[in-house]
Structure formats: structure tokens, C-alpha cells
T-cell receptor, first 110, second 111 residues
Framework: GQQLNQSPQSMFIQEGEDVSMNCTSS?????WLWYKQDPGEGPVLLIA?????ELTSNGRLTAQFGITRKDSFLNISASIPSDVGIYFC??????????FGTGTSLTVIP | DVKVTQSSRYLVKRTGEKVFLECVQD?????MFWYRQDPGLGLRLIYF???????EKGDIPEGYSVSREKKERFSLILESASTNQTSMYLC??????????FGPGTRLTVL
């Protein structure tokens, strides 16, 4: 199966810092999704992007659907301790075909 | 809010046992999925279903089967559990072409 290249693998940051992570693929996707997973829980959808070039915000989170449709990034501004978790990107080719990145583990140091 | 529930959060089984993992969604979604999640490998698709009684193999179907008798319920079956099936199992549902919604996961340990 296909996998997306997600980077960085892990991040250790101070509370209040901004965070940036991205996903790239060799395939063109119709939809990009960003999820957060807390320990022992299932992923929770943060942001969904449907059009190339689209920039969408959800509170302190901002994500963009790359113009080439082969990449996406997620920014978190002014990080807080509860931002800790694993962040996954996912791309959708067509119905029921979702591909996931390997995740970015975020640690926020108070 | 979409709700996807899984029958167990934690499960411990013995090698060779038949294991059933149940997933229920309450939003009338067409599509349902089963993934397993392992460290360093991300989420890997086992099976998905786009309608009642319909199923499609994902990337790693070996050793698993599924059942979808009703639209809201999608079951994953391990016919004869093995230790390499110890993993976190995630169920998800999707209304069509858009985003997936995940359940809380079942952490299965096979001894």
C-alpha cells in the first residue's frame, strides 16, 4: 500500500512556540486530512482540505492543501501542553481509498 | 457529532482463539473500515466495506475476515489469532468521499 512521507517524525518544543509539520506524496490526492491521536485513543479529525491551494484554520491550527495536490502542511501556533500527541496526515484518492502518514509525535515542554 | 464505538478497549486472547472485534457507527455512513496501527508503520488498512454485505480487501487482509450484515455495524474476525496480530485495531466510518471518523480503538494482545 501507499504511504505518505510525513516529517518530522518527532518534535520537542517549548510551550508557546509555533509548530510546523508536512506531508508529501508521489500521488495526487483529492482530499487532505489532518488528525490528532492522544495516547490509547483513536485519531480525531482536526482539519479537512478539499481544494488545491485551500488554506483552512481551526483555532490555533492552520493547514494548507498544496497547489500540486501532492502535499499538505499543518501549523500550530502558540503551542500549549494539551497539544501533545501524534499528528497524522491522510490523503484520499477516491472513495474509501485513504492513505496515512507515519505520524509526527509532538512533545510540549511547559 | 459522529459516534463510532468499538466493543472493547482492551482484549487479551490466546493463540488459536477466534476473535471478534465489533464496530458500530450512528451516522448512517456508507463506508466502514478496519485498520491496524503498529509503531513505526502507521495505519494499515485491513478491510473496508462500502455497503451492507459488501467488502473489499485492504493492504493486509491475510489472517482476517469481516462481516457487514447491517449498515451501522462492521465486524473484524481473526479466525485463529496469532501473536503477530497483537496490535491496536481502529475502526472508522465515512459518509462518502470525505473524511473518516475513528473509534477509540481496541488494543489486542495475543499470548
Amino acid at each position: 500500500g501507499q504511504q505518505l512521507n510525513q516529517s518530522p517524525q518527532s518534535m520537542f518544543i517549548q510551550e508557546g512556540e509555533d509548530v510546523s509539520m508536512n506531508c508529501t506524496s508521489s500521488s495526487i490526492f483529492n482530499t487532505w486530512l489532518w488528525y490528532k491521536q492522544d495516547p490509547g485513543e483513536g485519531p480525531v479529525l482536526l482539519i479537512a482540505l478539499y481544494k488545491a491551494g485551500e488554506l483552512t484554520s481551526n483555532g490555533r491550527l492552520t493547514a494548507q492543501f498544496g497547489i500540486t495536490r501532492k502535499d499538505s502542511f499543518l501549523n500550530i501556533s502558540a503551542s500549549i501542553p494539551s497539544d501533545v500527541g501524534i499528528y497524522f496526515c491522510a490523503g484520499q484518492l477516491r472513495r474509501a481509498q485513504f492513505y496515512f502518514g507515519t505520524g509526527t509525535s509532538l512533545t510540549v515542554i511547559p | 457529532d459522529v459516534k463510532v464505538t468499538q466493543s472493547s478497549r482492551y482484549l487479551v486472547k490466546r493463540t488459536g482463539e477466534k476473535v471478534f472485534l465489533e464496530c458500530v457507527q450512528d451516522m448512517d455512513h456508507e463506508n466502514m473500515f478496519w485498520y491496524r496501527q503498529d509503531p513505526g508503520l502507521g495505519l494499515r488498512l485491513i478491510y473496508f466495506s462500502y455497503d451492507v454485505k459488501m467488502k473489499e480487501k485492504g493492504d493486509i487482509p491475510e489472517g482476517y475476515s469481516v462481516s457487514r450484515e447491517k449498515k451501522e455495524r462492521f465486524s473484524l474476525i481473526l479466525e485463529s489469532a496469532s501473536t503477530n496480530q497483537t496490535s491496536m485495531y481502529l475502526c472508522a466510518s465515512s459518509p462518502g468521499q470525505w473524511e473518516q471518523f475513528f473509534g477509540p480503538g481496541t488494543r489486542l494482545t495475543v499470548l
